[in-house]
């Protein structure tokens, strides 16, 4: 996989740690210097505690990095304590291509919760979908497990098995997954033209380092009128390229910041003023496995008045974690600031309302069907039920709410039609179409 689940700024040495703890304790303030001490002093008691008396034999390294752990996890869902072993882990995830299911995880009110499955991948293949959450991995539980340990249960050799019990929302009972890992390599970016319009529809699934790139020049390919940009099942991925993508649609201003406790990490990002499609009429689609980077875009598209958002509320992932290494080839995953959006608002917990809310499935087949009149209903209801009778009642069929032709260059009407959040944009996509032609016409009137 060519992305990282987090956004990532960047190493600094434990030197800088330790220096930073150190002048933390011998500051000035001697109240403060009083309250510091006595915080240390409580916390060896604790450990010189479990060393002497836990029923165990326990190492005091072995202590040391539980303590570590817990505090780290306490803080919140994201930071967390990285032994050797998953601190290189990290590094092989976040540097080349490493084998799993492809889903991207997150703990939301406490419990283990896919964000998305990555299109394409084993996950997605085998259904799992946005808000499902897991509840065993192979037989272990995922109640108290961080997402970092359910990460490296997941993670494995490719043409291995994983098996997944999913407690899902529309479901009386929890559902059952065996996958067999694969090497996650996802295509981020992908483009089709919609049947009978000129309008592009622009897929990106995930912000890997070419995104920004790949989408400009799709858009200079199809030369399009107008454009449907879906971020849906998008967990997010790079900042950078969240603030490239962003900058082909917006002209100026300030399209997200970052706040956090260090001065170091309060940084607004700009809009460089280029906005090469600033003028093309733009929809976004977005829904709750929307996160992150593409929060970032759809928020800032929405803020800036550059789009119209369509689709659910997004899942509100806002945060940003920095790795810290320690001494021996062990890290602290920290989350160290929020992003917001131009508007102010805080995207960590709360998401991206859209404009348009529509929720996902088939667009209902209305077409008159039942327009009949009073003296042939009886005849009509009596043929109805005998259909029925002649369908073989042990085959369920399911609506498609996703492009499947995904080898065409082609988004046809079946294909509108069997997605009505797709078909909201296209529609709104028309409307702004010929608001954009009104106000041109106005123009040349004055």
Do not use: C, W
């Amino acid at each position: 996989m060519k992305y990282y689940k987090f956004l990532l700024v960047g190493f600094v040495s434990a030197f800088f740690v330790s220096s930073l703890l150190f002048s933390n304790l011998f500051g000035n303030d001697d109240s403060s210097n009083k309250s510091r001490l006595e915080a240390y002093n409580k916390l060896r008691n604790a450990i010189l505690a479990v060393e002497n008396y836990y029923v165990d034999e326990i190492t005091i390294n072995e202590i040391v990095d539980k303590a570590i752990s817990g505090l780290l996890t306490n803080l919140d869902a994201h930071s967390a304590y990285l032994p050797p072993k998953e601190s290189q882990d990290l590094r092989v995830q976040t540097d080349g291509e490493f084998s799993g299911i492809g889903i991207q995880i997150a703990l939301k009110d406490g419990a283990l919760t896919i964000i998305a499955p990555i299109e394409g991948t084993p996950g997605d293949k085998a259904g799992l979908k946005s808000g499902d959450i897991i509840l065993k991995i192979d037989d272990k539980s995922t109640l108290s497990m961080t997402i970092d340990d359910a990460v490296n249960l997941m993670r494995g050799k490719k043409k291995t098995s994983v098996t997944l019990t999913i407690v899902r929302k529309s479901e009386a009972k929890p559902l059952v997954f065996k996958i067999e890992r694969d090497t996650i390599d996802v295509k981020s970016t992908y483009a089709k033209k919609i049947e009978n319009t000129n309008y592009l529809y622009l897929k990106v699934n995930t912000f890997d380092k070419k995104v920004s790139q790949e989408a400009r020049d799709l858009i200079h390919k199809n030369n399009p009128n107008g454009i449907v940009l879906d971020l849906r099942n998008n967990p997010g991925g790079l900042l950078d390229q969240a603030i490239e993508l962003s900058n082909l649609f917006i002209k100026d201003g300030v399209i997200v910041s970052q706040k956090g406790k260090v001065k170091e990490d309060n940084e607004e990002f700009m809009a460089d003023g280029k906005a090469e499609f600033g003028d093309i009429p733009l929809v976004v689609l977005v829904n709750g496995g929307s996160a992150s980077a593409s929060e970032i875009v759809a928020g800032a598209l929405q803020d800036h008045k550059r789009a119209i958002v369509v689709g659910e509320k997004t899942f509100g992932k806002g945060s940003v974690q920095v790795v810290l290494p320690l001494d021996k080839n062990d890290a602290l995953k920290l989350t160290t600031a929020r992003y917001y959006l131009p508007s102010g608002k805080s995207i960590q917990a709360v998401g991206v309302t859209p404009d348009i809310v529509v929720y996902p499935g088939s667009v209902p087949q209305d077409e008159n069907d039942f327009a009949i009149k009073e003296s042939d209903l009886a005849k009509h209801l009596q043929g109805e039920l005998e259909k029925l009778d002649k369908v073989d009642k042990t085959t369920e069929s399911k609506p498609e709410n996703t492009i499947n032709n995904k080898n065409e260059n082609i988004i046809t009407t079946k294909d509108i039609y069997n997605d009505i959040q797709l078909k909201s944009s296209i529609d709104a996509l028309k409307i702004l179409m010929v608001m954009n032609n009104k106000n041109l016409i106005n123009i040349a009137n004055k």
